[in-house]
């Protein structure tokens, strides 16, 4: 059936220009009625009433609807640290990072909701979040070492600094009260330093 | 051939008892050799001058030979947790897990070592140290909840002080000054609190 056709019975105006947000709109639907493994970019494609060439066009495989954005999200928090004092001190600009990640997700809750549902249902899928999260860690340290940030000092800074932001972000999707993110971030902080004291 | 008439040949007594050291030895020969994508479970019963049959009498698979010891270590960690003090701070509880995964790991520093050099060969290894990290530091978090620390100061501990063992553990592993892996924790935990403070 093609896309038009399909539009015509389902009686809705598929027709908008977003096509990104139509592929990842299907693709979490599919996610979570069927599970990961079991959908197909056909599957996807025909659900967003689009083609797999279209699919394809956004994003190399299915697994980049829920990790496409993730090189761009990195890149961000290692960008940011530049917007830290110079002397701020190494976890304060890992703060610094970890606000700036936050306001790139805060509007987009209900995606990262979903998104995080199906990551849970799937221990491949884990196992990349941890990669990406230890990825973006290893990136942190590094931009730390370029600040003049000395090991083991930098590493620690940015792992921890991490491990805030994971715990935070943990707490948003999962939260009914909907806390602002950075709010988390906020108190996840306020918790480390109390920990480590 | 048989291991017995390899034995013969290379006139080398193979019969030690110690059959699980032998494969471990072997396994890491090889992986070092060839690169453990590389390597067959026959090959490495080959090598020790043992059967197949044995190496699965000890070893799922040859990855089990890197990481057939996590689970005990893991438990080792979190029952390591009841010997702190009841109204140890988190840290201070976790600090006393850290130490205790040193106790285990310092006499076998040179397999540490060769292992570690396997595992930064190979991205699945890696991914496979990541989630054995990740799994020990929840269920660290899980043994401080129990110890009636809430949420998120039992996480946050549990992924610092994570975060101090692995980057203490990298650092003894790779340093030519043949410092106790107690002594670079017990650095890191320093450092962690200088950068939380």
Redesign the interface.
Known sequence: MSPGVMTMICGVARWEPNARGRLEEAALELFAERGFEQTTVAEIAERAGLTKRTFFRYFADKREVLFGAGKAFQQAFVDSLAEAPADA???DAVAVSLFAGARILQDRREFARRRQAVIAANPELQ?RE??KL?SIAAALAAGLRARGVA???A???A??GI??F???FE?WVAEEAERELAALIR??LH???????
């Open positions: 001190a190494p976890l196992e941890l990669i230890a090991e083991p000092a590493s620690l800074a792992e921890a491990a805030v994971r715990v935070a707490r108190e996840g918790e480390l330093r109390t920990v480590c004291a």
